[in-house]
Nanobody, 124 residues
């Protein structure tokens, strides 16, 4: 069983930064792509960023491109999301997830394990 635990969320002013972390259990972390999604109240869960198994390929939603950076440390079984220049519209619960394959994916159904989420609130 794989467990994903997010941390690093909180309250920040617009223009500020936060770094989210997602620690994964299990020995096969480096075999899988990882992703970050977010869900705001009353909205569907949406793709934010994804990274392939090695960290060599990344993908971002247009809304965060140039502001967010996804990375991973396979030695620590951890994936990160560095969020800069935060906006009020970035407010949401952020979830990390494990891809079904070694590749990165941009859709919810391509991920089979999810964390419990961490709240990010950006005040304007």
């Amino acid at each position: 069983q794989v467990q994903l635990v997010e941390s690093g969320g909180g309250l920040v002013q617009a223009g500020g930064s936060l770094r989210l972390s997602c620690a994964a259990s299990g020995r096969t972390f480096s075999n899988y792509g990882m992703g970050w999604f977010r869900q705001a109240p009353g909205k569907e869960r949406e793709f934010v960023a994804a990274i392939n198994w090695s960290g060599g390929i990344t993908s971002y939603a247009d809304s965060v491109k140039g502001r967010f950076t996804i990375s991973r440390d396979n030695a620590k079984n951890t994936v990160y999301l560095q969020m800069n220049s935060l906006k009020a519209e970035d407010t949401a619960v952020y979830y990390c997830a494990r891809s079904r394959t070694s590749l990165y994916r941009q859709v919810v159904y391509e991920y089979d394990y999810w964390g419990q989420g961490t709240q990010v609130t950006v005040s304007s």
